[in-house]
């Protein structure tokens, strides 16, 4: 095994090498001949890699606009990467071309968002949202057998089957997750993507969600890619984690080595960073510096105009992945070595 | 005395069928200098509670009850124009979306000088001075350069620090801050978190925070009020409150936020769901799930009621069994 490429694990169920996704950002043809302007190119994902074990949960976190969401499009197939490849239990997804190739994977493979109420068709009734996949995938073989199979997911995810009847705005805000997860649950997936499944909910709501996710993990040997950027609920739900920043993954460790000993600076600068119940009283320093351009990122480490410990090599030269322990870091400080223990100034002064 | 004293505030939505009260027999107070947080689950009546305190409750909504008193004075029913001069002059707001507060039509130091100039007798060229001194204040970038630029050409932090700037150009004595770091990175609200409490420090200014984020309570807050279904469950010292709440709403939503450090056994969290307003169960608006609930509290609302040295606590299990109301 080489450098940052853990991911030749038997185990692996999702493997995603080099995976990149460019958008074309520059304004509208003819405005962009007139005014002169250049085309513009703006890298969401530039060569991430990581794999997911089978039951694990691997998450992403980062700040907003680093990429996460669009790491995970593309891990269910519903965006086509720019560079790089996405295995799914040994199967090469790009390599698919004929639908009839697709469609098994695609079942296997189903994503909640966070937005329970704008991912749910306002205008079917609750049960019909939920055979969603059961249809599509041609899954059941007679009406009897569709309302059977609704009405026991409906249930698994601690709703009644009654509830089928209803439309979706009858529902509070954590119901309606529990609607789009009972959808995902239809179809038997393997996989789950979970795109902030509960930032839209309040806490008490939150709590619900990610027991009963994690529940359903349990009884059904699931494996999640959960995104958040909500550091406590990551650490709560994570065996493996990615800290993202600015397209690109600088940290990859278990829960908790990330959480004792994070290594890379951006991730330590986030755990500074979240506010902690704990804490109530305590003064905490705010981090300088603003999340930069994506379009024009600097150069070298993206990470160096706000790091602490950047020198002239980090203004220059990209860092590359390495395996630290049992992390992977991109960071040349923490390949010099230059990198003091870290210590949460939360907990100690 | 407080600078600001609320009591017994009801707000009413006037509906179809019956009117909904959103806010139910609420008193809180804020005294100069003070950050008190105000938490609790979404339609729990945190906005509305703010909005009523600005006067910007829009009709057929009102103010149906209670007094809401600024430095000593009713405000509560005064004439609109009286009204509009409290509100930016001696009260600043500041709402979740930054983007909702300042105009796309009008650079960030246009907008800034109107304010101004519209609280103050500066002349232009002094307000001009005055807005950089503020973008400054607020953590903008080199604000020379950047007052000239209109609101899309900043980030989300930066548009919030000038809706702060905003906010703060009359130096009002009171904030209201609506879910102001809520659609901001981690690292983007404690900058933010950092200069709402030094304004506090440094300008005496008193500030109501509204939010859902415990987190942000805790570092921010010197105390707290829950609320849950429009009415104020307990309220105290923001330390004594998240360590050791009483309430058992209080408790629940405590014990359910997960934790740094903490193992990956499952959250406490409290079954079922707010009520709708048309829905509010007669008693304590908490009692179908409430884990210590008796008969008792399905039948009588528990009046908010002084159990240790600053704080206050709605529920039975606090009360010496002679609540009249
Ligand atoms: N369809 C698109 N066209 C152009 N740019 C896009 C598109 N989708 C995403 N982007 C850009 O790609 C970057 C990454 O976006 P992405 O949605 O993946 O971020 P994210 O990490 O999920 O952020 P958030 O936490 O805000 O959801 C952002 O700068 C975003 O503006
Ligand atoms: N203009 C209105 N007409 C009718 N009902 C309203 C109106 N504004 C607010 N409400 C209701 O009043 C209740 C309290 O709303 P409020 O906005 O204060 O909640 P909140 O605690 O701020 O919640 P959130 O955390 O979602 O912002 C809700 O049930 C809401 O639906
Ligand atoms: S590579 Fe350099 S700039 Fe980037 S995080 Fe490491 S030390 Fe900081
Ligand atoms: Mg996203
Ligand atoms: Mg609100």
Redesign the pocket.
């Known amino acids: 095994m080489t450098g940052a490429q853990m991911t030749d694990t038997p185990e692996a169920l999702i493997e995603v090498r080099d995976l990149a996704k460019t958008f074309d950002v520059s304004k509208p043809g003819l405005v962009r001949l007139l005014e002169g302007l250049p085309v513009q190119a703006l890298k969401a994902v530039d060569g991430v890699a990581f794999s997911i074990r089978r039951g694990e949960t691997f998450s992403l976190v980062g700040e907003s606009g680093c990429g996460k969401s669009s790491v995970a499009r593309m891990v269910v197939g519903l965006d086509r990467p720019t560079r790089g490849s996405v295995v799914f239990d040994g199967t090469d997804l790009a390599a698919l071309r004929r639908r009839a190739d697709i469609a098994p994977l695609r079942r296997r493979m189903q994503m909640i968002f966070q937005d329970p109420y704008a991912s749910l068709n306002p205008r079917w009734r609750v049960a019909d949202v939920v055979a969603e996949p059961l249809d599509a995938f041609g899954l059941v073989r007679s009406r009897s057998d569709r309302t059977e199979k609704v009405a026991e997911v409906l249930q698994q995810v601690g709703l009644s089957p009654d509830d089928g009847r209803k439309y979706p705005h009858e529902f509070s805000g954590g119901q309606r997750q529990r609607i789009s997860i009972a959808r995902a649950l239809a179809a038997n997936p393997d996989f789950v993507v979970c795109d902030e499944p509960t930032s839209a909910l309040d806490v008490s709501v939150q709590a619900q969600i990610l027991n009963l996710m994690k529940d359903l993990q349990q009884r059904f040997g699931l494996t999640y890619l959960f995104i958040s950027h909500d550091l406590s609920v990551v650490n709560h739900v994570s065996s493996r984690i990615g800290v993202m920043y600015l397209g690109r993954l600088?940290e990859v460790a278990t829960a908790g080595d990330l959480f004792r000993h994070p290594q890379?600076?951006?991730s330590r600068l986030l755990l500074d960073t979240i506010p902690d119940v704990a804490m109530a009283g305590r003064a905490r320093a705010p981090v300088p510096g603003e999340v930069p351009d994506p379009i024009d990122p600097p150069p070298?480490?993206?990470?160096?105009p706000r790091?602490?410990?950047?020198?002239e090599?980090?203004?220059q030269e990209r860092?590359e992945p390495a395996r630290y322990g049992h992390s992977t870091v991109?960071?040349?400080?923490?390949e010099e070595q230059?990198?003091p223990p870290f210590s949460r100034s939360n907990t100690g002064r | 005395m407080a600078l600001l004293q609320v009591d017994r505030l009801r707000v009413e939505f006037p509906a179809r069928q019956r009117t909904l009260v959103a806010v139910d027999d609420v008193s809180l107070s804020i005294d100069a200098g003070e950050v008190l947080g105000v938490v609790g689950e979404s339609g729990a009546g945190k906005s509305v509670t703010g909005a009523a305190i600005i006067g910007l409750i829009e009709p057929p909504g009102r103010i149906a009850g209670g007094e809401i008193r600024f430095a000593g004075r009713r405000i509560d029913c005064l004439p609109d124009d009286a009204k509009r001069h409290i509100r930016g002059r001696e009260i600043g707001s500041v709402f979740q979306d930054p983007l909702t507060s300042l105009n796309p039509l009008f650079t960030v130091g246009q907008q800034l000088v109107e304010t101004i100039l519209a609280h103050s007798d500066r002349t232009a060229a002094d307000a001009r001075r005055h807005a950089l001194r503020l973008l400054e204040e607020v953590g903008i970038p080199a604000p020379a350069q950047r007052i000239d630029a209109y609101p899309h050409e900043f980030s989300g932090g930066m548009r919030q620090r000038v809706v702060i700037a905003l906010a703060i150009c009359a130096a009002p004595r009171l904030i209201i801050a609506d879910e102001p770091t809520t659609a901001l990175d981690v690292s983007i609200q404690s900058q933010i978190i950092a200069l709402l409490k030094r304004l506090c420090r440094e300008h005496g200014t008193a500030i109501m925070l509204i939010t859902h984020d415990m987190g942000v309570i805790a570092e921010t807050a010197d105390r707290v009020a829950v609320m849950y279904a429009g009415r104020i469950v307990e309220v105290g010292p923001v330390r004594q409150i998240l360590r050791s709440p009483n309430h058992p709403y209080t408790q629940g939503l405590m014990e359910s936020i997960p934790r740094l450090g903490s193992d990956s056994a499952p959250l406490a969290q409290i079954d079922g769901a707010m009520p709708r307003l048309h829905e509010i169960p007669v008693g304590c608006a908490f009692h179908p799930r409430c884990p210590d609930a008796s008969e008792r509290c399905r039948e009588t609302r528990p009046a908010l009621r002084m159990v240790a040295d600053s704080a206050s606590v709605a529920c039975l299990l606090f009360d010496d069994g002679c609540a009249d109301d």
């Open positions: 600088c890379h600076p951006y070298g480490c993206a990470f160096h790091c602490p410990f950047a020198n090599r980090c203004l860092p991109a960071c040349h400080a923490v230059r990198i």
